[in-house]
């Protein structure tokens, strides 16, 4: 069990600039002290803190081995010509609440598509949002559909609604795809609510 303690003291190392080792073949094991964060699980290497010029993701063979958390968090951000690979979304989104509450994670990421793809602008790109609207919103509902609970913190939607709201001057179906996206979703959350009253249902029995 992670203690609350603990995660400060990573909290501190992560704003220290050490970095991020990536496994993307695991699941989260067993954390001890000298353990680095990754989205899978935990390397038992810790790498050396680095200047800030080279904290830029490290690369084998094509893949994502190490990163500082900025990092990580920028390359699960879509862009035009961009889409992170499934198994990193889901790994990255499990294992960064350990370091990042969700509602922090999706406010940084909504705020660097926001930067990058210029969405503050008086006049936006018609053709350039267009590619990226598409990318978005299939992130938003890979995180929906695979951590729903996520999405009860009034935050998180409010995250959500910007980002259609800032996009859907160039297409108009972008707000189609967000009513759809939020019915399913209040499914979802329905459907957790009914077997969380059904646990508490069976406890009470018990102790009684």
Same mark, same amino acid.
């Given at each position: 069990?992670?203690?609350?303690?603990?995660?400060?003291?990573?909290?501190?190392?992560?704003?220290?600039?050490?970095?991020?080792?990536?496994?993307?073949?695991?699941?989260?094991?067993?954390?001890?002290?000298?353990?680095?964060?990754?989205?899978?699980?935990?390397?038992?290497?810790?790498?050396?803190?680095?200047?800030?010029?080279?904290?830029?993701?490290?690369?084998?063979?094509?893949?994502?081995?190490?990163?500082?958390?900025?990092?990580?968090?920028?390359?699960?951000?879509?862009?035009?010509?961009?889409?992170?690979?499934?198994?990193?979304?889901?790994?990255?989104?499990?294992?960064?609440?350990?370091?990042?509450?969700?509602?922090?994670?999706?406010?940084?990421?909504?705020?660097?598509?926001?930067?990058?793809? /210029? &969405?503050? #602008?008086? !006049?936006?790109?018609? %053709?350039?949002?267009?590619?990226?609207?598409? *990318?978005? $919103?299939?992130? +938003?509902?890979?995180?929906?559909?695979?951590?729903?609970?996520?999405?009860?913190?009034?935050?998180?939607?409010? /995250? &959500?609604? #910007?980002? !259609?709201?800032?996009? %859907?001057?160039?297409?108009?179906?972008?707000? *189609?795809? $967000?009513?759809? +996206?939020?019915?399913?979703?209040?499914?979802?959350?329905?459907?957790?609510?009914?077997?969380?009253?059904?646990?508490?249902?069976?406890?009470?029995?018990?102790?009684?």
């Amino acid at each position: 069990i992670l203690r609350k303690n603990t995660r400060s003291s990573f909290n501190r190392k992560l704003q220290n600039r050490n970095y991020v080792c990536i496994e993307l073949g695991g699941m989260p094991q067993t954390l001890s002290s000298t353990s680095m964060f990754t989205p899978t699980g935990f390397s038992p290497h810790q790498l050396p803190a680095k200047e800030p010029e080279q904290e830029a993701q490290s690369l084998q063979g094509g893949a994502l081995t190490s990163a500082s958390l900025d990092a990580l968090i920028q390359h699960l951000v879509p862009t035009t010509e961009y889409y992170p690979e499934k198994a990193y979304i889901f790994t990255f989104l499990l294992s960064s609440r350990l370091f990042i509450e969700p509602h922090d994670l999706l406010s940084r990421v909504c705020h660097m598509c926001i930067e990058q793809q /210029h &969405l503050d #602008d008086p !006049v936006l790109d018609k %053709a350039k949002v267009r590619k990226f609207g598409p *990318k978005i $919103l299939q992130l +938003l509902t890979e995180w929906t559909e695979t951590f729903p609970s996520d999405f009860r913190d009034e935050q998180m939607v409010g /995250h &959500l609604k #910007d980002m !259609v709201r800032r996009i %859907a001057p160039c297409d108009e179906a972008y707000w *189609k795809k $967000l009513n759809q +996206l939020l019915q399913n979703l209040n499914q979802k959350l329905a459907t957790l609510n009914q077997g969380e009253e059904s646990i508490v249902k069976v406890n009470a029995s018990v102790s009684d």
